[in-house]
């Protein structure tokens, strides 16, 4: 989907998109695991901001969440007017400072297959020793996949200068 789609279906994602699973909440704490009160985690195709970040926050984290849908990132304002958001796409996103966790959720799968080590090179220069990644990547891109942009967890392995993922 793209810019425009998510932004005219931002209320509606909101409404829908509400609790983490049991899968998802693992998988977080997982990879929070190290990430100490007041640490910075990087949430890149933020959405709504929740439930990821709002899980986040209520483990006392500073979130940066990334959108490319001004609509997305304006709920997510309202929700943790507190966070930082910033509209950018991800392709064109700098990360600055450190990250103590990196989440990128159900998001690079909209993103052409040869622009992911370009963007996970930068998020990886933004990732001290310890700090985890957890990221989807969607099916395959077989024939007739439904999300021709996904990449296999393979070749995100072989992207990641140091691979941290947490399958
Ligand atoms: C399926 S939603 C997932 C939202 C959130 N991560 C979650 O798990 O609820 C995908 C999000 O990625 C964002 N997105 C898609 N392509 C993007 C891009 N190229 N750059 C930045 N954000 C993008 C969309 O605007 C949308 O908010």
Not at 2 to 10: F, L, P, T, V, W
Not at 67 to 93: K, N, T, Y
Not at 100 to 112: K, R, T, Y
Request: glycine residues 4%.
């Amino acid at each position: 989907m793209n810019r425009d789609s998510y932004d005219a279906i931002a209320q509606q994602w909101d409404e829908t998109r509400v609790l983490l699973s049991d899968a998802e909440k693992r998988i977080l704490d997982l990879v929070l695991e190290h990430a100490p009160a007041g640490a910075n985690v990087l949430d890149l195709g933020c959405g709504t901001g929740r439930p990821i970040a709002e899980y986040l926050v209520s483990r006392k984290l500073h979130v940066t969440g990334v959108d490319q849908s001004a609509a997305m990132l304006q709920l997510a304002r309202i929700r943790l007017p507190d966070q930082r958001w910033i509209l950018s796409s991800l392709e064109s996103f700098e990360p600055e400072g450190e990250f103590a966790a990196v989440i990128v959720w159900d998001s690079l799968f909209h993103i052409p297959r040869d622009e992911h080590a370009a963007i996970l090179a930068r998020v990886r220069s933004a990732m001290p020793l310890g700090s985890r990644i957890a990221l989807t990547v969607g099916v395959p891109n077989i024939r007739r996949s439904p999300i021709p942009c996904s990449a296999t967890l393979s070749s995100t392995i072989r992207i990641l200068p140091t691979p941290r993922l947490l399958c």
